[in-house]
């Protein structure tokens, strides 16, 4: 039976009890529902692979509550420090070098010498953080390969019974998955998400490099086939075929429509709550057909998720 907590002191102070004894929460970010376990215990990070059915070589996030916490798990260089001071705390990864006798589950890192690491803004995932007072291992809190969760139901949808306690923060107000950078030597984008590149490269003053390896993944996020609903997904349609669900942007309208006004912080933060609500409307066997989104600012993640969500299945 999963429980689902308040999001109150009373409500945390149980979310927090429950990580303490390797137990696995939910838990609201700006981005996305994290499904959290203490990230120094590999019963409760074999746990998280269990719960969703997650890859053992695809490394899960560690959220910490601020830069000083981070450092004592890892080595941050001159770009990461630069981006963190600009963007932490907020929606942004960085796979920095992992310090030695940090005392991280190897599980976390799928055994790689890095380790990805995010700084959450949220109020509530904040408060969390400093109650339990570790690191906590938090991918989404979705089956693996599924639509992202961005409202406590979500994660009941897909997980309950198979996790102790969500922490309901209504919905997230990004959407979209945090950005996840490698910073150092050269500044390397491996995922696109909440903070668009054009603001990163600002802060940095350089452009980014484009890596990630679908089959060799450095980070989460990076498998080829990700974010998938049950329904098949048709991308730059104009128009629905027969037998679509189509999902609109500015002009382009639909039976459901990520930003009428073509905003794209709008579209990042409905995408996901509308693949689910189009996969829903399609049914078994039907098709959803996505409306063109310009690939600039966020942009570029919605349609890095969208790409994902239509690759062919394995």
Known sequence: MTETLAPDDAGIARAARLLAEAELVAFPTETVYGLGGDARSDQAVAGIYAAKGRPSFNPLIVHLPDLAAVEGYAVLGPNARSLAQAFWPGPLTLVLPLRDGAGLSPLVTAGLPTVAIRVPAHPLAQRLLRAFGGPVAAPSANPSGRVSPTRAEHVLEG??????????????????????????????????????????????????????????????GQLASHYAPEA?????????????????????????????????VEAAARLFDLLRRADQLAGPGGRIAFAPVPETGLGLAINDRLRRAAAPRK
Do not use: H, M, W, Y
């Open 232 to 264: 098949g997904v048709r991308l730059n349609a104009t128009d629905a075929a027969p037998g679509e669900v189509l999902v609109g942007f500015g002009p382009i309208k639909g039976a459901l429509t990520l930003s009428d006004s073509g905003d794209l």
């Open 159 to 220: 997980l309950s019974g198979r996790i102790a306690a969500v922490l309901d923060g209504g919905p997230c107000a990004v959407g979209l998955e945090s950005t996840i950078v490698a910073a150092d030597p050269q500044p390397t984008l491996l995922r696109p998400g909440g903070i668009p590149v054009e603001a990163l490269q600002a802060a940095l003053g350089q452009p980014l490099s484009i890596g990630g390896d679908a089959q060799k993944p450095s980070a989460p």
